[in-house]
Structures are given as structure tokens and as C-alpha cells.
């Protein structure tokens, strides 16, 4: 059981380029969330999901897009990447509210110069 | 406005020693709260919980106090260990699944051997 899979693990980006970072979960969740932290800034949430087909904008969504197109995959992108996007970012799912925790990936590191 | 926080950036204890790690919330809509530990280059993983209905949850050498009428939860480790050492991120919910989890900050923290 793989749980939540981020992929690429790391990633250098010059500014103005595009790319695409893919979460895939195995858990059947309904509920998925992309999260940027920076030091000493915690964890930020950027976009997320309440289900298939559905996206909600989160603390910190301006530069990045976001579809779920199947339950399964969340992915996360930036039209064209800035130094300020320089992070690590890290996707999570939940099955349900209330008590129910969050599984998180292992990150993406993402620089961009 | 930070709606979770955690006001102790860092925290140092020594090995077998009682460590605990704070937290306070603003928002009387929370109903449940839970604790992460993150490892370097690893993403958060889920630690122990606990309902606004009740004020202790006990999980080995972890519990978390809640204390609602101050809106101030605690984690208490008993005893420290050095493979304890890791940022722990405070977090609370509301009911409703469409509401994400909302952070703090995290405390870094450093059990010397």
C-alpha cells in the first residue's frame, strides 16, 4: 500500500517555465490537499479538493492551478514559475471530516532560478 | 490571523526527561485536534488526536491534553527520546469534511542525548 505519492521528488525550474507536480493516492480518499512550506512559515495550504471534479482555493493560491480529474490524482501547477514559488511542497488526502488525519507524501523539492 | 498557534519555535529537553509541547486556537468552531511529527526530507505523519469532548487521549509515551475553555491543548512526551527529535505541527478541524485542517507553525524540537 503506497498511500500518497508526489512525483517528481525534485525539480529545478528556470523562471517563466511551466510544469506540472501529480499526487496520487491509493486509499480511496475523497478529500485531497497540496501544501507549500517555507522556514518558519509552517505548512500553507495552496489549493484543495473536496471530490472528484471539484477544487477550492486555499491560503495561498495565487500562481497555481490545480485539477482532479479522478479521485486518485490531484495535480498541482504553475503557469509560469517565479523564485517566490521556490519551496517544498507536499500533497496530502483525508477520507473524511472531523477526526479523521491526513496522509501526507513525502514532498516535492522545487527550486526555481 | 493565525486561527492555531505555536508560540515556541524551538524546544530543547533532555533524554528522559518530560517534554511538553504547546498549542492555542481561536476559533470555537474546532471539534477536533491532532498532532503531526515531520522528519527532515520526509513529509508529516500523523501522530495522536483527540475530540473536543474529551480533555486526555493516552497513546504509549504521548498524550495530549485539551483544555477548552482556554482553547489550549498540550503534548506531553513521556519519556523523551532522541529519536523523538523532529518538528511537531499542531492542527485542528471543524466537523465538516469540506473544512481542511488548519496548522500551526510547528515547534522544532531536539531531545539531547
Known amino acids: 500500500n503506497a498511500g500518497v505519492t508526489q512525483t517528481p521528488k525534485f525539480r529545478v525550474l528556470k523562471t517563466g517555465q511551466s510544469m506540472t507536480l501529480l499526487c496520487a493516492q491509493d486509499m480511496n480518499h475523497e478529500y485531497m490537499y497540496w501544501y507549500r512550506q517555507d522556514p518558519g512559515m509552517g505548512l500553507r495550504l495552496i489549493h484543495y479538493?473536496?471530490?472528484?471534479?471539484?477544487?477550492a482555493k486555499g491560503e495561498v493560491p495565487d500562481g497555481y492551478n490545480v485539477s482532479r480529474l479522478k479521485k486518485q490524482n490531484f495535480l498541482l501547477g504553475l503557469e509560469s514559475a517565479a523564485p517566490s514559488q521556490t519551496s517544498v511542497y507536499f500533497c496530502?488526502?483525508?477520507?473524511?471530516?472531523?477526526?479523521?488525519?491526513?496522509?501526507f507524501g513525502d514532498g516535492t523539492r522545487l527550486s526555481i532560478l | 490571523d493565525q486561527q492555531v498557534k505555536q508560540n515556541s519555535p524551538s524546544l530543547s529537553v533532555q533524554e528522559g526527561r518530560i517534554s511538553i509541547l504547546n498549542c492555542d486556537y481561536t476559533?470555537?468552531?474546532?471539534?477536533?485536534f491532532l498532532w503531526y511529527k515531520k522528519y527532515p526530507a520526509e513529509g508529516p505523519t500523523f501522530l495522536i488526536s483527540?475530540?473536543?469532548?474529551?480533555d486526555k487521549n493516552e497513546d504509549g509515551r504521548f498524550t495530549v491534553f485539551l483544555n477548552k475553555s482556554a482553547k489550549h491543548l498540550s503534548l506531553h512526551i513521556v519519556p523523551s527520546q532522541p529519536g523523538d527529535s523532529a518538528v511537531y505541527f499542531c492542527a485542528a478541524s471543524e466537523n465538516s469534511g469540506n473544512t481542511p485542517l488548519v496548522f500551526g507553525k510547528g515547534t522544532r524540537f531536539s531531545v539531547i542525548a
Open positions: 476559533n470555537s468552531m474546532f471539534d477536533y
Open positions: 496530502a488526502s483525508r477520507k473524511g471530516g472531523g477526526i479523521q488525519p491526513q496522509h
Open positions: 483527540i475530540s473536543s469532548i474529551k
Open positions: 479538493s473536496v471530490g472528484e471534479g471539484t477544487t
